[in-house]
């Protein structure tokens, strides 16, 4: 916290890319598990953007790529990044966006821009745990949370966007 959630919009993404491949390069071998080719592809087509992209797409863009994969492959790919923490559905969006602090768990909450499709994640344990406590208070057990809050970016409201 206290970093802007959202990059602006001109900024050396290819840095954002790097870093989420070393990171994901960490979890894989922390966690015992295979970061193999098809998986890393996927990967990095959902850090093409700061805008969640869905299965649909993702099988599109891999076979713009030349990859004849069968829906199942990315499903699989997909569940596997999702198991080690490296990506974050967006419910809202039935799409995934890449997550920038995949080596610690983390609490997540989304801000999802209604405009540009931009998505950034808070990681506020406070409104985690509030809304834990609540639900606890009212008898309900947890199992996941999910806060996606919809609006638009510092940019778009400067109309930036179109
Ligand atoms: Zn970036
Ligand atoms: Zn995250
Ligand atoms: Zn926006």
Redesign the pocket.
């Known amino acids: 916290m206290g970093k802007p959630a959202f990059?602006p919009s001109q900024?050396?993404?290819q840095?954002?890319?790097r870093q989420a491949l070393a990171n994901a390069k960490v979890v894989c071998e922390r966690n015992g598990t295979r970061l193999t080719a098809q998986r890393q592809q996927v990967l990095e087509l959902i850090?093409q953007?700061?805008r969640p992209i869905g299965a649909y797409d993702l099988l599109e863009k891999m076979h713009e790529l030349g990859h004849k994969a069968a829906p199942p492959t990315v499903y699989r790919a997909l569940e596997f990044l999702q198991e080690n923490a490296l990506i974050h559905r967006i419910e809202s969006l039935n799409a995934y966006t890449g997550c920038n602090h995949p080596e610690h768990p983390h609490a997540s909450q989304f801000l999802v821009c209604q405009q540009c499709r931009r998505v950034a994640e808070l990681e506020c344990e406070a409104i985690s745990e509030q809304l834990s406590r609540q639900a606890e208070a009212a008898g309900f057990a947890c199992r996941q949370q999910t806060v996606e809050i919809s609006g638009l970016c510092a940019e778009c409201q400067r109309g930036e966007h179109g």
């Open positions: 990059l900024h050396d993404h840095v954002c890319i850090w953007e700061h």
